[in-house]
């Protein structure tokens, strides 16, 4: 088991098997030492999180929708890694996307669930750039969808 995973575990987080893309792309690219992982929705084991933040979903669950895209990131990391999470040199950037009602400006704030769990996993190799963006639609309807650029070694 890496030192990430272990870290993860001890906060009771189990990573899940990388989901599959649901139309023609593929969940990452290697390029190089630096991998892009596509956009990654708050879909768990229980069925996620759906509906728009700041109508239907509140802060408190968008940050976790947020914090289920992390995993699933963390997932496709793995993946990437060929299963050696101790492989990640770092996160280079976040993409966030928050379906968001007309008055719901804390974008930011959401995306920070995602955000905290990759510096809870990785220390400072998990501070990245971002990005956070309200939108009108996700895939599926989702709460939340997070991309990646993230270097390995």
């Given at each position: ?19 599959a893309p649901v139309a ?75 379906q968001a009602g007309p ?51």
């Amino acid at each position: 088991m890496s030192k990430v995973e272990e870290r993860l575990k001890a906060i009771g987080v189990e990573l899940p098997q990388p989901v599959a893309p649901v139309a023609n792309y593929v969940t990452f690219v290697r390029t190089g030492n630096l991998v892009h992982i596509s956009g990654q929705i708050s879909l768990d084991a229980d069925g996620g999180i759906k509906g728009t933040v700041g109508v239907d979903v509140d802060l408190e669950t968008a940050q976790k929708a947020a914090r289920i895209c992390g995993i699933n990131l963390l997932a496709q990391m793995k993946a990437a890694c060929d299963g050696d999470l101790d492989r990640v040199v770092r996160v280079v950037k976040l993409g966030g996307f928050v379906q968001a009602g007309p008055d719901f400006i804390d974008i930011p704030k959401v995306i920070n669930g995602c955000s905290d769990l990759m510096v809870e996993a990785l220390g400072d190799k998990g501070r990245h750039a971002r990005s956070a963006v309200g939108v009108y639609k996700l895939p599926l309807g989702f709460a939340v969808e997070v991309d990646a650029v993230v270097e390995i070694a």
